[in-house]
């Protein structure tokens, strides 16, 4: 309850332990534990489905540059994200295209356009919040799609059998840095096609004062109970 003469909290119980609210870890002490970091702007992943209403029937996405991870790219075309409360223009399409229509902001973008997105990862889309696409051929109201991505790390075989991890792993991660910060819970996905590094949004990397390109290191798995 609040104490109305001195304004402070008086909390009904004790909080737990610190040792109870941090996840349990196994610490990682292989020398091939530093991850490069690639910071994540808003972008968008397209199906075919939507891309139709918004660019044409049959519309093919073109290419503007390569990502890092094999096969993945940034395409010329751009939507406009249009919230409750704002509306963000020039947002990219990621090819190749998926399956669903999934959209990934920022915290500070979901402040901006008056949606509260949760953390979520790649492809967990149920109960997440709707958005509206404007493209040049038409709109799109889609009724979930709007996430904060989990932070995880793409890792090919080889690294990730030198780290001793495994596809699904969750593990804990230094940002060794100006404003020291530990990643919990940061999940892994190994895969014969993938480049290893980790991916944050534009918020954790304000947070953490991460570059592009910087390196993480990482030190536990989590532990499931």
């Known amino acids: 309850m609040i104490d109305g003469n001195y304004g402070y909290w008086h909390p009904q119980e004790p909080p737990p ?4 609210a941090l996840p349990l870890v196994e610490p990682i002490t292989s020398a091939y534990n530093e991850v490069p970091v690639r ?7 397209i199906s075919q489905q939507e891309l139709d209403q918004l660019y044409g029937p049959g519309y093919k996405l073109t290419k503007y540059r390569n990502l890092d991870q094999p096969g993945q790219f940034a395409a010329n075309e751009t939507l406009t994200v249009v919230g409750p409360e704002g509306v963000i223009e020039d ?3 990621l090819g190749p295209l998926r399956d669903k229509t999934q959209v990934e902001i920022s915290g500070t973008d979901g402040y901006h356009l008056g949606v509260e997105p949760p953390v979520r990862d790649s492809g967990d889309l149920s109960g997440t919040p709707g958005i509206v696409l ?3 051929y038409g709109a ?13 790390i793409h890792m090919n075989p080889s690294d990730a059998a030198r780290t001793g991890l495994t596809n699904g792993d969750r593990v804990q991660v230094l940002v060794d840095g100006e404003r020291d910060l530990i990643f919990n819970d940061v999940l ?13 949004d534009t918020d954790e ?11 993480v290191t990482i030190i536990g798995r989590v532990l499931l109970s």
């Not at 096609?193 to 944050?200: G, Q, S, W």
């Open 17 to 20: 332990p610190i040792e109870e």
């Open 91 to 93: 947002v990219r399409i």
């Open 134 to 136: 404007v493209g040049p």
């Open 188 to 200: 892994v996905r190994v895969d014969k096609n993938f480049i290893t590094e980790m991916h944050v």
């Open 205 to 215: 990397a304000n947070a953490a004062v991460i570059e592009d390109g910087s390196c």
């Open 140 to 152: 799109v109201t889609l009724r979930k799609g709007v996430i904060l991505a989990a932070t995880h």
């Open 39 to 45: 910071i994540s702007g808003r972008h968008i992943h």
